[in-house]
C-alpha cells in the first residue's frame, strides 16, 4: 500500500494550518502510511505533488486553505492523474468544504481525507489570454479579485478578514464594461460588477453567491449582478451570506456548461478558488466527473482502509 502524501500548508489562514497539523499527526499516523511535507512555497508543492503520482501514490491530502487545495487539484487535473484528492480545511476561507460537506471537526475532516471512498467532482477549465488553469469551486470576474489580494496581504487573518476585505473592495471598485456568452449564445452585455462561474456554492468565507449549485451535476450556475451603487450592496450583503440574492433586480442567473468572457476595458484580477490570476478574456467550460475527491466515511470503508494499512506495515 503506497502512502498518502500529506501537503501541509503551514502558511494558510495565517499560520493556522501548521498548528492544525501538529495536533492531528499522531492521530493521522494511526490510520494510514504517510509522508508528510511542508513546502515553503508553491512550485515545491507542485513538485511534491506531482513526485508522489510519479511514484505510485494513490491519494494526496490537502491540509490548509482552498489555495492549497486548488494547487493539489491543478497539478492532479494536469496530469490526469487517477489519485483521489482528501480535504482537511485550516485556512481563511476554506469554502470547498462547506460545497462538499467536510465536517468542521477537525478528527472527522482528516478521517475523511485519509479514508473516504472516492466520489467523483466536476471540475472548471479556463483558457484565456495569460494562460489556462483549472478550478473546483468558484472562479470570479469583477470585485472578487480585488478582496482576494487584499486578505492575501494580511499576514494574520481572523474571522472578519474577508468581510472587512470586502467592505473595502466595495469603495475601490468601479464597474467595468463586459461581453458574456453562455454555451454559444449572446447572454450579457454591459457594466459588471461580478461574475461567478460556480461549481461550488459560497466563497469569501461563506457568502453564498451560487446557492443551488451542485458540484457532480456537469453544469456551472452562473450568478451575474450588473451596475448597482455601493451602499444598495452594503444592504444586501445578509442576503448574499444568506443565498436569497437570486431574485434581486441586478442579478442574473442561469446555469452552463460554457462561459465566454470579453472584458471591453480592464478587470482586475480573476479570483479562482481564493487565489488570484491575470484577468481578461477567458472561456470556461465545465469537466463532468474529472476529479475524484474522498467522501463521506462509511464503516465499511472505514475497515478496509484500516485492514490494508495493517497489512502494509507488518
Known sequence: MSPTLVLVNPAAGGGRA??????????AERLAPLLVVTPEGAEESRRAVRNAVAAGCERVVAVGGDGTAHLAANVLLEGEAKVTLGIVPAGTGSDLARALRIPRDPSEALRRALLGPPMRLDAGRCEGEAGGFFFINIASAGIGGLVDETVNAIPRRGRTAFLRATLAALRRYRCAPVRVAV?????????????????GTTFGKGMRV??????DDGLFDLVLVGEVAGWELIRRLPQLYLGRHLGARPVRYRQAREVRLEPLAPLPVFDVDGETYPSGSATFTILPGALSVAGPVTPAAR????????????
Do not use: K, M, T
Open 303 to 314: 475497515r478496509d482502509r484500516e485492514s490494508r494499512f495493517r497489512v502494509a506495515v507488518r
Open 18 to 27: 501548521g498548528r492544525f497539523w501538529e495536533r492531528l499527526r499522531l492521530q
Open 183 to 199: 454555451d454559444g449564445e449572446a447572454w450579457y452585455e454591459g457594466p459588471l460588477f461580478v461574475l461567478a462561474v460556480a461549481n
Open 210 to 215: 451560487a446557492p443551488q449549485a451542485h458540484p
